[in-house]
Structures are given as structure tokens and as C-alpha cells.
């Protein structure tokens, strides 16, 4: 009985931990601008104008730290930039 209920604190444990770490880039998040919402290095936005839903985005200050495919843009309502579609 004591081995199940320490197997079961670690269980716990970890799911905490785990849900504790933000959504990873490229997930859902709920407050555009938010970087607690989001792993480290990215932000809650819109990936694109149209977006109905905000994802976390890479964080960067330029476009070389972004995928060829996607350039460097500002997050409304912050001074964070973040790595969106061209």
C-alpha cells in the first residue's frame, strides 16, 4: 500500500511538471501577448492576419532567427517580436 501511494505521488508529480511548462510553438494559447501561457522563447499570437485562434510563436528580434519560410513581426500590444508565415 505505501509502494502504490508513493507510485502515485510521482504520477502526479509529473503530470504537474509537465502541464506546468507551457504550450509548445505551434499549439494553442488563449491571451495574445502572453509569454506565460507558452514554453520559454515564444509568445501567444496570431500566426497570420486572418488567424481566428492564437498559437504560441517563436520569439525573435529578426528575420534570421526564423525559418526561411517565416519573417520576423511585432505581437500586438507588446514590444516582442515573433517568427510568423510569410
Known amino acids: 500500500m505505501k509502494r502504490l501511494a508513493m507510485v502515485m505521488l510521482?504520477?502526479?508529480a509529473a503530470l504537474f511538471g509537465a502541464a506546468c511548462g507551457g504550450a509548445e510553438i505551434g499549439e494553442a494559447c488563449e491571451t495574445e501577448g502572453s509569454e506565460d501561457e507558452c514554453v520559454d522563447g515564444a509568445v501567444c499570437a496570431q500566426p497570420t492576419l486572418d488567424?481566428?485562434?492564437?498559437?504560441?510563436?517563436?520569439?525573435?528580434?529578426?528575420?534570421?532567427?526564423?525559418a526561411s519560410t517565416e519573417s520576423c513581426n511585432g505581437v500586438s500590444g507588446?514590444?516582442?517580436k515573433a517568427c510568423r508565415p510569410k
Do not use: G, M, V, Y
Open 78 to 80: 507588446t514590444n516582442i
Open 51 to 66: 488567424s481566428t485562434e492564437p498559437q504560441c510563436l517563436k520569439i525573435c528580434t529578426d528575420d534570421a532567427q526564423c
Open 10 to 12: 510521482l504520477a502526479s
